[in-house]
């Protein structure tokens, strides 16, 4: 008996032209100045309520030591979430967590400017804190995917303007809002800010 072999005819399968080229290429500076700027506002809002903790138990009617929660949730809840963040990403997905993360640091901010009492306002910003922990290291994972090699070492050097440059403007801006506005603006401000950078995500 000898074995007979039947051939399939493959069809075939032609590109469509213009389907690859017609895509949407976003230019990686855009993203990179987005990135910068959610690392800047997350930065910015760790200190710029340093110097308007007078003004927030006074607001409030409590003591000054009761109002440094404020800063010390923010700070705690943000790095017990931090090292979670390659885990979170992993599991929804990195821009789904980075959407989210923002999104949720932008309804607290709003609800600190809110906030009726201490306690309310002490919960918005552990709320805060994990929005903002989980921003910068998905950032650094969506620079090293945005850029070539040959091109991070540029994309690294603004991102770093935000580290450097947050950490210094904060106190200043803060005292200047809080004396001519309200400390409460301090938190709306920052929820004006995130707010602008959801939509840019999104755009």
């Known amino acids: 008996m000898s074995a007979t072999t039947t051939t399939l005819p493959v069809p075939n399968v032609q590109a469509i032209p213009g389907a690859v080229e017609n895509r949407p290429v976003i230019n990686p500076w855009i993203i990179a100045v987005t990135v910068t700027l959610a690392t800047f506002m ?5 200190a710029i309520a340093n110097v308007a903790l007078p003004h927030i138990a006074g607001g409030l009617a409590v003591s000054y030591d009761e109002s440094t929660w404020v800063l010390t949730s923010y700070l705690v809840s943000n790095a017990v ?12 997905g990195r821009k789904r967590y980075y959407m989210a993360c923002v999104l949720l640091f932008t309804i607290s901010s709003f609800l600190c400017g809110i906030a009726p009492s201490l306690s309310l306002l002490i919960l918005f910003r552990v709320m805060q804190g994990v929005g903002g922990g989980g921003l910068a290291p998905v950032e650094q ?17 603004l991102y770093s303007m935000a580290i450097v440059t947050a950490p210094v403007i904060g106190p200043p801006l803060g005292g200047w809002i ?9 938190f709306s401000s920052t929820s004006l800010l995130a707010s602008c950078l ?3 995500r999104t755009a």
């Open 42 to 46: 997350e930065l910015l809002d760790t």
């Open 81 to 92: 979430v931090l090292p979670l963040s390659a885990w979170f990403s992993r599991v929804f």
């Open 141 to 157: 994972a969506i620079l090293v995917d945005t850029f070539p090699a040959q091109k991070r070492a540029a994309a690294f050097a």
């Open 178 to 186: 809080t004396d001519n506005w309200s400390w409460r603006w301090i």
């Open 198 to 200: 959801s939509f840019s």
